[in-house]
């Protein structure tokens, strides 16, 4: 990938075509902004577009594919967890790089429509459904950051086990014992996986606090209300470990309505990258899913697949990246 610069808050407002102060407040979820979901959508997509790093190289011009984009998240959804409105920006600019044309399709799609699309990226969370109708198309199937149950299809999946496992050594070798987990559930009776790591990682120190893991959705409201839980404890941690970045975003805000300043009272670690990131105050420390990287694996698999059919499915785990800005204390 090519070095690039990083983005500003004007440069996000230029693009967008709204003021610097309604970037912030977006960047911020800040709920007492009135703007309609189509701009907050312009100006995260503007964010994510921006952070984006193409191939210092093109690929040599060739005739056009039709590619079909499956994604199980609304706009609505998208806008709550920003993580998956910067896959699809990622995966509409990387296609447009190498001339791929990409068409959002859902179970919905007209079969006129269906029959254009050499294959598919999928994003999402699917059901049996999702897999039976996916399985029916006939087509080569490429899912990103996730996978079903049976691998029937490929996929490119981000190791989050070593990801995680980053975030607590950081914040161990920052002096850290005193550490709380912020986090979610998908599918109800299921941990998350970072959940999982994070557990069997303090219990092995035998610092694992049941009190400290608070667990509801991923979006910016629920890391509000759980930090707002978690630091009413009588006995607080020292630093949070926040299962996404969209979370960390509404811990920001009920730590500075506690009068909680951070990373002084207490240290946060999120988990994606999000362009957003970097413009909270302090900038978040964080674990950087390298997306570009796994949506040009992805396509990559997914055109072989159309020239030369796979024997078998293949699974590819991309690590991610330590990315260390302000939101880390160093402790005694």
Known sequence: MKNKKNPTIKD???IA???????????NYDATLNVSNETKKRIFEAAEDLDYALPSTKKRKTKQRILGFFSTYSVEEELEDVYYLAMRVAVEKLAMFHDFQIEPIDRNSKKERLNQVEGLLCVG??????????????KPVVLLDSSDEDDSFSSVLIDTSSGTKSAIDCLIQNGHQKIGFIGGVDIPG???PRQVIFENELEKMNALNVNWLKLGGYTPN??????????SEDERPTAIFIANDSMAVGCYKAAHEMGLAIPEDVSLIGFNDLASAEFLIPALTTIKLQIDYLIEIGLE?????IQKPLPFPIKVIIPPKLIERESIKRIN
């Not at 709204?18 to 960047?27: N, Q």
């Not at 969370?125 to 006939?138: A, G, I, M, R, Y």
């Not at 629920?222 to 630091?231: C, H, S, V």
């Open 12 to 14: 996000i407002a230029a």
């Open 301 to 305: 698999i997914l055109t072989r697949t």
């Open 190 to 192: 299921k941990k998350d």
């Open 17 to 27: 075509e709204v003021s610097p102060a309604t970037v912030s407040r977006v960047l």
């Open 222 to 231: 629920d890391g509000y209300q759980l930090f707002k839980e978690l630091m």
């Open 125 to 138: 969370t699917f059901s049996p459904e999702d897999v039976d109708w996916l399985k029916k198309l006939n």
